[in-house]
């Protein structure tokens, strides 16, 4: 106990010293933290617009259908078979899909696509497919009545830009024409008045009807209420060709989704392409999406179904996406890395002048009876002190920027924001809230004060008393 109070107050001998390590220490834990805690918090956020938007956290395939998507890899799925997936405590609903290409035909314009056929309500209610509707149309008729009424300037001159621009939010809207917070109580009720695009999205009894993608919409020349011609190859080299009635219109964030997306219901799609009661995929929602809860669930999935059917996990249908995360991830490392770099090279300085300006002290206190072995000790309690208390202060002082940050996302707007939106991610930046990472922080730092120590200690062992004392 005695050599953790002649620590404590060797300290505070010399404040000055004392404080501009541990502010060293602080400066650097504090930075790290809210740093990763911003970087992991916005791939979070990006994996789920992806999982959230199209692929769900776990899906049944055929073996085979991940690597060549035919529709001849699809595979029966009954009620039987869908209860005993959602007797898992984890799994919510599951909701199959039928997913094959088409050429789609309207008048003289024609286009290969996407048909997705899906289960209106369940899919809704997975991927929340609705709200992204195109809710606002800026048509040449718009524009102009838009143009007549009481708007500033600068809106009437952007409204050309963007003409017959689709929008499923309001948010994307204010950016591109520059509405202000403060100006859209004014501006958007005229908006709305004149640029309100109605809309659907399919129910459970749509038969014959579909839902095309705003891009789609806009090669073909297709509105609501027109007719498009589906033509493909069915189910064992059937032949599949039906004529739909537009119901709406939906705006994916994804552009190269949106120009070939077609929503038709699955058993329309069924009919279509000959392939009574299959599906080619079935997206399962969870109620703990936690990575070891997704292994774990489609460990326990994987015993259910029989071959040749297979449980996909969203990191294995996005792979891609995952690779490019991962390689944004390390340079982020890296960054963190010399940050600590610099700040390790600070630590040692302040050791070094540390141990020039008390080296007289030192081979005093030997000389007059004081272990070698007590000296280093109490020297390597100073140091884990100071380490500690600039890790603790790191921490701290980053838990309010970090739960503020998750609680309230940093929204970017103007250009930043809508490149984002190009990419079709939603424009904000949240904080990831503490986990491991915090650990991983803080177990750097205290190996940086460890090899402090061990420099200082080897010191005290080879000083020469008598030189020391001299200094």
Do not use: C
Request: glycine share 6%; net charge neutral.
């Amino acid at each position: 106990m005695k050599d953790y109070q002649l620590a404590w107050k060797n300290l505070w001998r010399n404040r000055r010293r004392t404080l501009i390590t541990a502010a060293s220490v602080f400066f650097a834990v504090f930075f790290a933290l809210v740093m990763r805690s911003f970087q992991l918090g916005a791939y979070d956020r990006m994996f789920k617009n992806v999982i959230e938007s199209y692929s769900g956290y776990l899906q049944l395939q055929h073996v085979d259908y991940f690597d060549d998507p035919n529709i001849d890899y699809s595979f029966e799925i009954d009620n039987a078979l869908i209860d005993q997936i959602k007797e898992d405590p984890n799994v919510i609903t599951v909701v199959p899909r039928l997913e094959s290409f088409a050429l789609a035909a309207s008048g003289s314009h024609t286009q290969g696509a996407i048909v997705l056929g899906i289960d209106p309500r369940g899919e809704d209610k997975v991927m929340n497919v609705s709200n992204k509707m195109v809710k606002y149309k800026l048509t040449p008729v718009a524009v102009e009545a838009l143009k007549n009424d009481t708007l500033p300037d600068r809106t009437k001159k952007l409204l050309d830009i963007f003409r017959n621009e689709a929008y499923s939010s309001e948010v994307r809207l204010m950016l591109d024409l520059s509405i202000s917070d403060e100006d859209s109580a004014a501006i958007l009720p005229v908006i709305r008045k004149h640029a309100s695009f109605r809309n659907a999205f399919l129910e459970g009894t749509s038969a014959g009807e579909v839902v095309i993608g705003d891009g789609l919409s806009e090669y073909l020349k297709a509105g609501i209420g027109d007719t498009i011609v589906l033509m493909g190859q069915g189910y064992h080299g059937t032949t599949a060709a039906g004529k739909y009635a537009v119901k709406g219109i939906i705006k994916l964030p994804a552009p190269d989704i949106d120009n070939v997306i077609v929503y038709i219901p699955i058993e329309t799609a069924r009919e279509l392409y000959a392939a009574p009661g299959m599906a080619t995929s079935a997206v399962i929602s969870l109620n703990r999406n936690g990575d070891d809860d997704i292994s774990q669930t489609g460990k326990r999935l994987q015993k259910i179904v029989s071959e040749p059917m297979i449980i996909k996990t969203w990191q294995e249908l996005n792979a891609l996406m995952v690779n490019q995360m991962e390689a944004d991830n390390r340079s982020g490392m890296i960054m963190i890395a010399v940050l600590y770099m610099v700040i390790a090279f600070g630590v040692f300085g302040t050791v070094l002048m540390m141990m020039a300006e008390r080296r007289r002290e030192f081979g005093m206190l030997v000389s007059i009876g004081m272990k070698k072995k007590k000296l280093a000790t109490v020297l390597s309690l100073e140091m884990l002190f100071i380490g500690f208390l600039g890790v603790a202060a790191g921490v701290a002082a980053s838990l309010p920027f970090v739960f503020y940050g998750y609680y309230h996302p940093l929204r970017f707007t103007g250009e930043f924001a809508r490149m984002y939106e190009d990419y079709g991610f939603e424009p904000v930046m949240p904080t990831m809230l503490p986990d491991t990472f915090y650990l991983w922080q803080i177990v750097v730092v205290l190996i940086i004060i460890a090899i402090a120590i061990i420099f200082s200690t080897r010191k005290i062992f080879r000083m020469n008393v008598i030189n020391a004392m001299r200094a």
